[in-house]
């Protein structure tokens, strides 16, 4: 079935350091990627995107890497801050349904000083 | 520019109750997304409506219905309700059927 996982359900940083959330897609075909940050009490938040047909793709503090032949997506933060702490969600785009995201589990990030 | 709202905030209902919640969309926005998130999942697909119309919808029951207004705001519509219903309810909205949707707060909803 669909499915959109994540290796880890929580991660705990120093910050200041580098994390990296990982999240694997089952749909070789899915075109589009998208990292969600969900605080508590609040919706999902985009943070970044990409299209099947870049590896990477950089933001502010933020750089996310598809390999499509594994079917892998990571989520790189950089100088990890306390701010930083969320539920963090990879979603994907299936083929036959441009406008449907389907959505993993999640990984809890979180940050000690 | 205004964001996605949604109201209520919180709600509680019990068994076999209807339950209509309600979402606003960003200005500029045409097409509204619901989604169901459970505590500690990830949120799920429900339907999106489009121009008024539905436009694809998810593995939900009948029961879970919805509307958008010619201004774009939208409601969903749950009858009989279930214990299992009992989420985190997500409104979407995006400008035209594109996928870079942008969330709301949400409504918790309680069904005792």
């Known amino acids: 079935g669909e499915s959109v996982g994540l290796h880890l359900p929580t991660l705990s940083v120093q910050e200041g350091d580098n994390s990296i959330i990982n999240c694997a897609y089952s749909n070789s075909a899915s075109d589009y990627f998208i990292w969600y940050k969900q605080e508590s009490g609040k919706g999902p938040q985009f943070i970044i995107d990409i299209r099947s047909n870049m590896d990477k793709r950089q933001g502010q503090r933020v750089t996310v890497l598809l390999n499509k032949t594994v079917k892998h997506l990571s989520l790189q933060i950089a100088a990890t801050q306390p701010g930083d702490s969320a539920v963090y969600f990879c979603?994907?785009?299936?083929?036959?349904?441009?406008?449907?995201?389907?959505f993993g589990t999640g990984t809890r990030l979180q940050v000690f000083p | 520019e205004t964001g996605v709202t949604q109201s209520p905030t919180h709600l509680i209902k019990t068994r076999g109750q209807q339950v209509t919640l309600r979402c606003s969309s960003q200005?500029?926005?045409?097409?509204v997304s619901w989604y169901q998130q459970a505590l500690g999942q990830g949120p799920q697909f429900i339907f999106q409506y489009y121009r008024e119309e539905e436009n694809g919808r998810g593995n939900f029951p009948p029961r879970f219905s919805g509307l958008q207004f010619p201004n774009y705001s939208s409601e969903l519509n749950v009858n009989a309700l279930e214990l299992d219903d009992s989420a985190l309810y997500l409104c979407a909205s995006s400008f035209g059927r594109t996928a870079e949707q942008f969330f709301g707060p949400g409504t918790r909803l309680t069904v005792l």
């Open positions: 200005s500029g926005h045409n097409t």
């Open positions: 979603a994907e785009n299936p083929p036959y349904n441009t406008d449907k995201l389907i």
